[in-house]
Structure formats: C-alpha cells, structure tokens
C-alpha cells in the first residue's frame, strides 16, 4: 500500500497493519529560469485556481478581498481567481461568485472557463502567491496537487492553519502567511502582511522550491514504486 501523506498513511493505520509507503507527488511543470522579478516587483499577484468548491473555502475570498483591497493600494495587489463549478453549486458559492463579479475589475480579473493545461501553468507563473484557504476539516491529511505544483514553481502561499498544505510548507520553510479555518477576516490579514513583505517570502519560496523538488518529481516517484515492486515476494 501506498500514499502521498503522511497524515493519511497515520488514519490508515488505525484500519489496517499493513505497511503503507510514502511516494512523492510527481506534479512538477516545467520549471522556471528567472525568479528575480519577485523581488523588485511591487504589485503582489494573488492567485485561486482551481473549482470553486466549498471544501476549498471559497466563500471566504469576497470578503477577505474586499478587505484586502481597503486596506492596500489597487497598484500594489491584484487577483486572479478561477471560478468555474458544476451548475448545481452549493448557493453560497453562486453567492460568492456573484460578489467577486462585483469587485473592481482593475484589481480583480475572473476567469470562468476551464484551462487548458499550457494556460494553467501560465497562470500559476504568473502569480506571486497562491491562495488556499481550504477547510481543515477536509485538508488537515488530504493533499493538493494545486499546491505541489505552485510550490515546485516557487510560489507563496496564503492558507489555513493546520492543513496537510501548511504543514508542508513549514516543513520546507516556503514563504506563508496562514490563518485559522473559515476566517476571512484572518485570512485578510494574512494577504495583506505577505504582499508588505512579498520579497522576503518570495526569497524563501526560491529555496523551498529546489528542496521540494528534489523529492517531489516523477522520476523520484518512479524509482520508489520500481523498488517496492522489486521487493514484492
């Protein structure tokens, strides 16, 4: 048996003795040459890619933007958010969406469509921090391929306290501000204070993301599933 968690690998004990593996997250786009401009840039770009769905705290990004956007300059910050869901989405993400849509579009650009892979990673590349505020309930063991990829681009992060996501970015020492759960007060804040200090953040991210991915890469995946099956009587 196999996982790419930790946590998950400490629940499924509880069910079973067998042996669980850990395996890397083999999501590692194409990695990036130049990452000065993140530190002489001065316009933070916030990034929330990905469905809107409630499990990944959806709810929480009017209110926390428009608490961002009062507190901070519309030439110091700007974010992007992806908003598609199914039509049946749960109404306080219709709610959500339709009061994103009323923000400024100077400082705010929706994108509803689904992406094609190449404009994905163009996006995430773009940005300077990634935010997920997903709920602890459902991420404190649960990983995120959102998260892995923007972490092996080097990326910051505004997420909440206690996640799978927040434990692995301490672990690496990544730049990130986090928050309680469902908080988007909190969760303001935390985007305010990373775009004052967006240079030291981005700096540390730089060094996270050559750790991360000298584990978290397909080969490395590869090699650990070639062994186990080398060992399997």
């Known amino acids: 048996f ?12 509880l069910l079973t003795d067998r042996l669980i593996h850990i395996l890397p997250i083999p999501h590692t786009p194409p990695q990036r040459n130049d990452m000065s401009r993140f530190r002489t840039k001065t316009c933070c ?10 499990e990944k705290g959806f709810e929480l990004l009017p ?8 507190e901070v300059s519309l030439s110091n910050v700007h974010f992007t958010i992806q908003s598609k869901s199914a039509e049946s989405a749960d109404p306080c993400i219709k709610k959500a969406k339709q009061e994103l849509a009323a923000l400024d579009d100077k400082a705010v650009t929706i994108i509803e469509e689904t992406l094609s892979t190449e404009d994905y ?13 997903y709920r602890y309930y459902w991420y404190h063991a649960r990983t995120s391929g959102i998260f892995s990829e923007a972490l092996s681009l080097g990326k910051s992060f505004v997420m909440t306290k206690g996640t799978w996501m927040e434990k692995q970015a301490l672990k690496y ?15 303001a804040e935390s985007m305010i204070h990373l775009s004052n200090n967006m240079g ?34």
Request: charged share 25%; hydrophobic share 35%; net charge negative.
């Open 2 to 13: 196999t996982s790419d968690s930790h946590g998950l690998i400490e629940e499924y004990s």
């Open 45 to 54: 770009h916030f990034a929330y890619l990905g469905n809107a769905r409630d």
């Open 63 to 70: 209110d926390a933007i428009k608490r961002c956007l009062a």
């Open 121 to 133: 990673y163009s996006l995430m590349q773009q940005a300077d921090a990634i935010l997920i505020p």
């Open 173 to 187: 020492n990544a730049g990130v501000t986090s928050f309680e759960d469902n908080d988007s007060e909190a969760m």
């Open 200 to 233: 030291d953040y981005s700096g540390r991210s730089e060094t996270a993301m050559s750790l991360w991915r000298s584990f978290h890469n397909p080969s490395e995946y590869v090699r650990r599933i070639v062994g186990l099956a080398d060992k399997k009587p």
